[in-house]
């Protein structure tokens, strides 16, 4: 006999939290703790997306964009942040 239970979520309320205030915070602060990482040249911007809340860091200046080409720097600073 078999335990298995099924869980079936409430998509509408899913998206409702992954768009939510406190997402957006959660993931500002992880973002300003990547951009910190990096220095001067980068920025971050959040934004509400379709189903869920995103932040994005991106390089603004000429400098910051040519070091993260050659080093792919945002990629290491965002894989390096841990939530806290």
């Known amino acids: 006999m ?3 239970t099924q869980v079936e979520l409430n998509k509408s309320e899913v998206r409702r939290f992954l768009q939510s205030d406190d997402v957006l915070n959660m993931l500002e602060k992880l973002a300003g703790q990547a951009r910190n990482a990096l220095g001067d040249g980068y920025e971050t911007s959040p934004y509400i997306g379709r189903n869920r809340a995103n932040v994005a ?3 603004e200046s000429r ?3 040519s070091d993260n080409l050659k080093n792919n720097t945002i990629l290491k600073a965002v894989g390096s942040v841990k939530l806290k």
């Open 2 to 4: 078999s335990n298995k």
């Open 57 to 59: 860091v991106y390089a």
């Open 63 to 65: 400098q910051a964009q």
